[in-house]
Nanobody, 121 residues
Framework: QLQLAESGGGLVQPGGSLRLSCAAS????????IGWFRQAPGKERERVSC????????NYADSVKGRFTISRDNAKNTVYLQMNSLKPEDTAVYYC??????????????WGQGTQVTVSA
């Protein structure tokens, strides 16, 4: 099955930036819609962004709109989440997920292991 691996998390000060990567192996991300999700302690998992299978459509949660940017590089079989102007409330475990579909809605079949993002002074 499709394997996903997130990287790029870490500790950053408020206002700082991080770039998360989601690298696929075994199979191509082609034809897959990719979502970035996060789950903070004591909170429900939420979708923060997604990108359609052809990269023509993107979606962002209101809480991150204008600060986060999702992109994909099919040649590298990788999806990125550029996170700028980070806030303490962005602290969470971030997951990427994929599904062979056209749009962001609905379930995702494949998930990465997650990467911790901590925003603190």
């Amino acid at each position: 099955q499709l394997q996903l691996a997130e990287s790029g998390g870490g500790l950053v000060q408020p206002g700082g930036s991080l770039r998360l990567s989601c690298a696929a192996s075994e199979f191509s991300l082609d034809y897959n819609t990719i979502g970035w999700f996060r789950q903070a302690p004591g909170k429900e998992r939420e979708r923060v962004s997604c990108i359609s299978s052809y990269g023509t459509n993107t979606n962002y949660a209101d809480s991150v709109k204008g600060r986060f940017t999702i992109s994909r590089d099919n040649a590298k079989n990788t999806v990125y989440l550029q996170m700028n102007s980070l806030k303490p409330e962005d602290t969470a475990v971030y997951y990427c997920a994929a599904d062979r579909k056209y749009y962001c809605s609905g379930p995702y079949a494949y998930w990465g292991q997650g990467t911790q993002v901590t925003v603190s002074a």
